[in-house]
């Protein structure tokens, strides 16, 4: 089994910066794409930014310039910086992994954090 934990959210001013971390445990053989997902209050799941192996990344045109999605692949982490916060920004926020396990190295699942509240205080 793939485990997720999330830290980092909070409460901050608009305009202020937090910085989000999800690490994965458990029998991880390969991890392939990581990625950030929000859900404000009575909206869907939305993309925040994704992260390839290769370290490509995309962005959601609303936090282009703003948010910053990093990886560290030794320690099975992602990253997401978050500048120049808005109220918009308010929501829980999902760490999302494509990985595969030892138990079946082919076969790859997508793995979700518990998530994590971000409120920005105008």
């Known amino acids: 089994q793939v485990q997720l934990v999330e830290s980092g959210g909070g409460l901050v001013q608009a305009g202020g910066s937090l910085r989000l971390s999800c690490a994965a445990s458990?029998?991880?053989?390969?991890?392939?794409?990581m990625g950030w997902y929000r859900q404000a209050p009575g909206k869907q799941r939305a993309l925040v930014a994704t992260i390839t192996s290769g370290g490509n990344t995309n962005y959601a045109d609303s936090v282009k310039g703003r948010f910053t999605i990093s990886r560290d692949n030794a320690k099975n982490t992602v990253y997401l910086q978050m500048d120049s916060l808005k109220s918009e920004d308010t929501a829980v926020y999902y760490c999302n992994f494509r990985a595969s396990t030892f138990i079946n190295s082919g076969y790859y699942s997508a793995y979700w954090g518990q998530g994590t509240q971000v409120t920005v205080s105008s």
């Open positions: 458990g029998s991880i053989f390969r991890i392939t794409d």
